[in-house]
């Protein structure tokens, strides 16, 4: 009954191995391109950057900072996951200056 209780709670067969720092980070700005071939789902990311030109200006570019390739189902789980991230953002966040105590 426990875990019907806690919908956030993984299965009982997922094996999860924390691997510390040796996972890289991704960050991205843009989805740049996304496809599928063969069955695959193929997401490329993208990251902006700032370039100086000769004349003192500056270019925006984008640089492809990451290429996720995944089975249809492990794409299904990225979407309720990002899904699931953003539904956080809509609840009300405590105000750190009133949560906060002076001494």
Known sequence: ????????????????????????LVYFDIVGAYGIMHGTVEIELAT???????????AVKFLSSARLRCSPTAAAHLRNALDAALK?????????????KMN
Request: proline share 19%.
């Open 88 to 100: 956080m953002l809509e609840q009300p966040q405590p105000d750190p200056v009133a949560a906060s």
């Open 48 to 58: 902006r950057i700032l370039v100086p030109t000769p004349n003192g200006a500056t």
């Open 1 to 24: 009954m426990a875990d019907q209780d806690n919908p956030q709670q993984p299965p009982a067969s997922l094996v999860y191995e924390d691997t510390g720092a040796a996972a890289p």
